[in-house]
């Protein structure tokens, strides 16, 4: 499939340009529907243009429901008002409410109000797109533990639920509260009266509707669960969360993460518009140039050192390189395991005393090897011994400044990849050359 | 649950101290099963060893199946080879081939020669545990295009599946070729007397047992699938992959990325022993130092430059902080993209050039910015343009560089990720030395 894709889009692009448009929607009927999407998102601007008075409300809304979240607001760009609420009226509420969400609020508004399915969306718009709220179908059948399996059977028969929200069944009591779980697999394999208080799962996991998605990810992952019921505070089942909807969140996030570090937005991708790019990596640049002036100043203190001894300059770069690879050693490690939950304010101290430990042990073998290469490269001892000091302090900086930055972040309630790359080499710079230069200083008679 | 933990492992560890084996199992049994395994890995190795002979082969099968997988081998060592086969043999057959691969060879083969499951388990250890068949349960109920809705669930209730491997059901023709899928929900929706030829989903999404996780994971998620069947070279179902074994997948191999890039091994944790992370560490280090001593150099080439302009020393940090944050971004959105599927070798061309040209817009901005600052700051326009054309040459050797070394680590098969911050980052540091003390030496009567 992956290897016919650009021979499709070229024939597509054909088609809109024939105005064959028969074709055109027969080619995306056949494929599969994501893939279907993938190929629409691949036209041009002007062409989905022309393509989409064509569509059916109902491939419009196989479009969206399958289409990459962020090209969404594009599209709804190009159709009216009514086109685009009848499409949504035939997404499950829970994408629907993701899409609405995409949307400006005006547009959302009017498109909401035109819906029929508004009641079953209108209640999701309030949770905030990165809550359990957020990710979580409302389509559900709750059983009672009363019930025979064979009435429940004839129940879900009756609902006919309309989408993969039935492969686990909770239970609720007279007052809506979640009390038990029954996968479908059991109900088909249970005796037809045998009562569902009987076979079902007493207190699943569950988890609160104002939850972070992250979380709610976790979760799954770490109890190895297809479904996830949401609740409200009273314990009310309000919804359910399936892996497939957030089975791509932990990949999300940690994209999020490796991109935050080093200044660039979660939102960049490698073929996003030129003028998005720019927007987003040109602030980042700019502060990072005012911290690396900073330490340009650092050095610049000490002018008359460098002008008396001259190499000091080539050991500028060594702390720099050394520093930042340790720095960012230790802040990749801290910023990963507190993503993964690894890591928390409850064992952070542990973990920044390790990082400590780590760094004085591995400073002081690089440190010894740089202080050797130099006295070997220069047959001057004291110039090792400056390096070497100077290295050692600088990987001890490097450390804590790595394990404590994502961490005083996270503490302010902050993403602690945040930029942290960039923090972390700035403390490690400007503390190294402090620690080369004014080391230099010291034992200048003897350098000299 | 996750704030009692710290007080139940104090509570389990003073069972065991008084060998109170009852309390210690009812303890353990009482929690849910990831939960059980979390505690019993939190014990130290002289407590797992006191506790294991107390455990049933059941409870040690619950353990080993829940457990992070790091951990199992540390187990094995703790049981005899009977009491390890025993448990084994009670857990579904992937995960027991993950257990087994997981072991010293001698130890596996003595293991699986005691086991009853044997045959299933066997033909899964012939695949890499990174593969789709190493992933795969072999577990399935496979049904037929002739048979009807009724036929199929009594066939199910026969085979009485273990575990949740038949919320997607598959079906075969009679040489064992897959030719559809119909959902456990169809099954219990549809009239007892059609035929399942009739229900089914033809042509179902599918892998070869020999193709990386990765792809299974991007398959999955692409086409928002809970279940994926796992063929051979003849088209013939083997087995299938559960969204939930995958899932973490994604996350793992994210992990992995990050870690390699400022060379880190995919394995190191945040609370990892000591000597296994500077062994992963130190050498990195080393090799990073080398690098770093080869910038050194550079710059030492120029000694007699900066000896009449010193003011030059305070440059060289500003040139390698902002080549290494230019570097990094374009580096990490490029292994990222890699990584995900959006860039291959087909469309590469167009991201090295989208990136250059980034680099050439981006770098202008900030070279300008970086020359103005430093008239300002000196006085002196003449600095100001040494400093602002070396800048845009290392921005733009960044960009380039930060593009083509992932492609290049792709096209030789080594991980793009590899140490590639190392590298990129030795790149533009050599790369920027040379412009700012190279355009420097040109330009010395202007400046001294």
């Given at each position: 499939?992956?290897?016919?894709?650009?021979?499709?889009?070229?024939?597509?692009?054909?088609?809109?340009?024939?105005?064959?448009?028969?074709?055109?929607?027969?080619?995306?009927?056949?494929?599969?529907?994501?893939?279907?999407?993938?190929?629409?998102?691949?036209?041009?601007?002007?062409?989905?243009?022309?393509?989409?008075?064509?569509?059916?409300?109902?491939?419009?809304?196989?479009?969206?429901e399958n289409m990459k979240k962020d090209?969404i607001?594009?599209?709804?760009?190009?159709?009216?008002?009514?086109?685009?609420?009848?499409?949504?009226?035939?997404i499950s509420p829970d994408q629907a409410a993701d899409i609405l969400h995409r949307l400006?609020?005006?547009?959302?508004?009017?498109?909401?109000?035109?819906?029929?399915?508004?009641?079953?969306v209108?209640p999701l718009l309030g949770y905030a797109d990165d809550s359990a709220g957020g990710l979580m179908t409302p389509e559900l059948?709750?059983?009672?533990?009363?019930?025979?399996?064979?009435?429940?059977?004839?129940?879900?028969?009756?609902?006919?639920?309309?989408r993969e929200t039935?492969?686990v069944?909770y239970?609720?009591?007279?007052?809506?509260?979640l009390?038990?779980?029954?996968?479908?697999?059991?109900?088909?394999?249970?005796?037809?009266?045998?009562?569902?208080?009987?076979?079902?799962?007493?207190?699943p996991v569950s988890i609160s509707a104002g939850t972070e998605r992250e979380e709610c990810v976790r979760l799954m992952e770490h109890y190895g669960l297809t479904a996830l019921p949401v609740v409200d505070e009273?314990?009310?089942l309000v919804g359910l969360i399936r892996l497939q909807e957030v089975a791509q969140v932990a990949e999300e996030e940690a994209t999020e993460d490796m991109y935050q570090?080093?200044?660039?937005s979660g939102h960049?991708?490698?073929?996003?518009?030129?003028?998005?790019?720019?927007?987003?990596?040109?602030?980042?640049?700019?502060?990072?140039?005012?911290?690396?002036?900073?330490?340009?100043?650092?050095?610049?203190?000490?002018?008359?050192?460098?002008?008396?001894?001259?190499?000091?300059?080539?050991?500028?770069?060594?702390?720099?390189?050394?520093?930042?690879?340790?720095?960012?050693?230790?802040?990749?490690?801290?910023v990963r395991s507190l993503a993964l939950g690894e890591l928390s304010?409850?064992?952070?101290?542990?973990?920044?005393?390790?990082?400590?430990?780590?760094?004085?042990?591995?400073?002081?073998?690089?440190?010894?090897?740089?202080?050797?290469?130099?006295?070997?490269?220069?047959?001057?001892?004291?110039?090792?011994?400056?390096?070497?000091?100077?290295?050692?302090?600088?990987?001890?900086?490097?450390?804590?400044?790595?394990?404590?930055?994502p961490?005083?972040l996270k503490?302010?309630r902050i993403d602690p990849a945040l930029?942290?790359?960039?923090?972390?080499?700035?403390?490690?710079?400007?503390?190294?050359?402090?620690?080369?230069?004014?080391?230099?200083?010291?034992?200048?008679?003897?350098?000299?």
């Amino acid at each position: 499939m992956t290897s016919q894709a650009p021979l499709l889009i070229d024939v597509l692009k054909e088609y809109i340009e024939q105005k064959n448009w028969d074709e055109a929607i027969l080619l995306l009927s056949r494929l599969r529907a994501a893939d279907e999407a993938d190929l629409f998102s691949e036209l041009s601007n002007s062409e989905k243009r022309e393509l989409l008075p064509h569509l059916s409300y109902e491939e419009l809304a196989r479009i969206l429901e399958n289409m990459k979240k962020d090209d969404i607001s594009n599209i709804s760009e190009q159709v009216n008002g009514n086109t685009l609420s009848q499409a949504v009226d035939r997404i499950s509420p829970d994408q629907a409410a993701d899409i609405l969400h995409r949307l400006p609020a005006t547009r959302s508004a009017e498109v909401l109000a035109r819906m029929t399915e508004k009641k079953a969306v209108q209640p999701l718009l309030g949770y905030a797109d990165d809550s359990a709220g957020g990710l979580m179908t409302p389509e559900l059948v709750a059983l009672t533990r009363g019930m025979t399996v064979d009435e429940a059977i004839s129940r879900l028969r009756k609902a006919k639920p309309p989408r993969e929200t039935i492969d686990v069944l909770y239970v609720a009591d007279k007052h809506k509260k979640l009390v038990g779980k029954v996968t479908l697999r059991q109900l088909i394999l249970a005796e037809p009266t045998m009562k569902i208080g009987d076979i079902m799962e007493h207190d699943p996991v569950s988890i609160s509707a104002g939850t972070e998605r992250e979380e709610c990810v976790r979760l799954m992952e770490h109890y190895g669960l297809t479904a996830l019921p949401v609740v409200d505070e009273q314990q009310r089942l309000v919804g359910l969360i399936r892996l497939q909807e957030v089975a791509q969140v932990a990949e999300e996030e940690a994209t999020e993460d490796m991109y935050q570090m080093v200044g660039l937005s979660g939102h960049e991708r490698v073929f996003a518009p030129m003028r998005d790019s720019i927007r987003r990596r040109l602030p980042w640049l700019c502060i990072n140039l005012g911290t690396a002036i900073l330490a340009g100043f650092v050095v610049n203190l000490f002018e008359s050192t460098i002008a008396r001894v001259v190499t000091l300059a080539a050991f500028i770069p060594i702390i720099a390189g050394q520093g930042a690879n340790a720095g960012a050693q230790t802040l990749t490690i801290v910023v990963r395991s507190l993503a993964l939950g690894e890591l928390s304010f409850k064992n952070a101290r542990k973990a920044v005393l390790r990082e400590v430990a780590l760094a004085t042990i591995n400073g002081l073998a690089v440190a010894l090897l740089a202080g050797a290469v130099v006295y070997l490269w220069k047959g001057d001892v004291w110039l090792g011994v400056v390096l070497g000091v100077a290295m050692f302090l600088t990987m001890m900086v490097a450390g804590l400044s790595g394990a404590l930055v994502p961490l005083i972040l996270k503490l302010f309630r902050i993403d602690p990849a945040l930029a942290s790359t960039v923090v972390v080499t700035t403390v490690t710079d400007v503390c190294g050359f402090v620690f080369l230069l004014g080391v230099a200083t010291l034992l200048i008679t003897y350098l000299a």
